[in-house]
């Protein structure tokens, strides 16, 4: 079997240290496994399949015999160091904005799109986790019936802006409780306790940046430049795990049954849809697994019939970013379309 050197860019990360256990756990053919970070995190050890792994400082050389790098150190990272690994012959799965709506870089969500990987010149983009989540549930329906429009609102957890994001949300909630002074640094206003409309920047149409990749990535990965998108994009106060109020005008008429039909055999996606027993997805359950997971399918009462409102959750680290990432890896080397160097 072949095997591969693959390199985690900004590996000390929320996304970082899932993507080395996503590596692990799903045994891909790792030859040599190389940690990066910046000079903060220089010499920090990780596990990976028993062996101790030094973070090191990345460098314009560390591209050299690696076969693939999985990046997730930021938009500056990406801009400066995805081109120099191209240059070394390496293909670089990205997770940051920086390349995705590039005409010539591919942005693929394995349940979807998989072959367009295929069309890579080295680079290939993960996309927002908010619009991976969103297609793994529409796609299989989109397929039967056709999609007009979706309207859409997000929970989006605060593992999602980082590692210090996670932290803040902590220090600020045991502030609150025992009545100490709370700190603001990661976003504009207080997050523990509280609801925050704005994720990235805001853009001169009045979205915020968040909310634009949604309708931008959404069309992409779909192959359909006319579906209508519109997103509300909200911080809240949950650690891991974003949700997503989705309401959908399909083209065709379709049932809340027929839609539950579909779903069930869709590949990454867990129905969880029984409101007599308030079964339907939540995100602290979510956090650590693989799905997407559906639920609370309804007729949309102003859409009626050609409508449906849905309710989707999934772990933002994992296939919000880490495992989508993997498994984009993975099915280049099932394709045979990847050689390792050495
Ligand atoms: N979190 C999510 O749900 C999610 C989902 C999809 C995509 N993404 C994207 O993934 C990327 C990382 O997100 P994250 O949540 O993992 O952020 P994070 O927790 O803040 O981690 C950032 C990582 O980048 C490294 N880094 C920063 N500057 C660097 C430099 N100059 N050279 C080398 N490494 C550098 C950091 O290393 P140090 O330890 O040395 O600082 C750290 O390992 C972002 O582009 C983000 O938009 C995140």
Redesign the pocket.
Known sequence: MKTYNVAV??????????MTRVLEQRNFPVHRISL???????G?EYLFQGEKIQ?K??NDDSFRGIDIAL????????R??GPLAVQSGTVVI?????FRMDPEVPLVVPEVNPDDVKEHKGIIA????ST?QMVVALKPIYDAVGINKIICATYQ?V????????DELREQAEAIVSNKEVRVCVYPHQIAFNVLPEIDVFLDNGYTKEEWKMVEETRKIMHAANIAVSATCVRVPVLIG?SEAVHVEFSHPITPDEARQILQHAPGVKLLDDPTISLYPQAWPASGTDEVYVGRIRQDASLHPRGLAMWIVSD??RK???LNTIQIAEHMVEKDWIQPKE
Do not use: M, W
């Open positions: 860019v900004g590996a000390t990360g929320a996304v970082g240290e899932e990066y970070a910046s000079q903060r995190s220089a920090r973070v400082v990345l990046f997730s150190g930021g938009d500056e990272v990406s400066h160091y990205d997770n940051g904005k920086y993960n996309p927002n986790c991976i957890s593992s999602g802006t980082g590692r210090e994001a996670i974003h933002n680290i919000g970013a880490a």
